[in-house]
C-alpha cells in the first residue's frame, strides 16, 4: 500500500488545517493507523494514532487541538488540525502506527506556521 498526504499549506498561528491521507489499497486491515512529523533539524514524531474502531491517542503537544479520522470505505484518513502554533510547522506524513507494518514513506505535505 501506497500513502500519500496532502492538505498542507501556510497558516497563520491560530488557524487551521485539515490534512487527507489517501492510500492506494485497503486501509481496513491494518488496525491502527497514524500521522507523523517531522520539524526540520528534528527527528520524525508520532503525532496521532487511530485504530479500526476508531479508537484514537494524540502526542500531549497537540492533543485538544487536533483530531484524528479515518474512513476505510474511501482508503483514506485525515488530521484536522486547529489553534495552529509555530511550533506545528513541520512535514506531516501518514503510515501504519507500528513500525513492524510501516508501507514506504511517501513524500509528506509541509505544513507552515506563521507566527
Known amino acids: 500500500v501506497q500513502l500519500q498526504a496532502s492538505g498542507g499549506g501556510l497558516v497563520q498561528a491560530g488557524g487551521f488545517l485539515r490534512l487527507s491521507c489517501a492510500a492506494s489499497g485497503s486501509i481496513s486491515s491494518i488496525n491502527a493507523m497514524a500521522w507523523y512529523r517531522q520539524a526540520p533539524g528534528k527527528q520524525r514524531e508520532l503525532v496521532a494514532t487511530i485504530n479500526r474502531r476508531g479508537g484514537t491517542g494524540y502526542s500531549d503537544s497537540v492533543k485538544g487541538r487536533f483530531t484524528i479520522s479515518r474512513d476505510n470505505a474511501k482508503n483514506t484518513m485525515y488530521l484536522q488540525m486547529v489553534s495552529l502554533k509555530p511550533e506545528d510547522t513541520a512535514v506531516y506524513y501518514c503510515?501504519?502506527?507500528?513500525?513492524?507494518?510501516?508501507?514506504?514513506w511517501g513524500q509528506g505535505t509541509l505544513v507552515t506556521v506563521s507566527s
Open positions: 503510515n501504519a502506527a507500528s513500525p513492524a507494518i510501516h508501507c514506504p
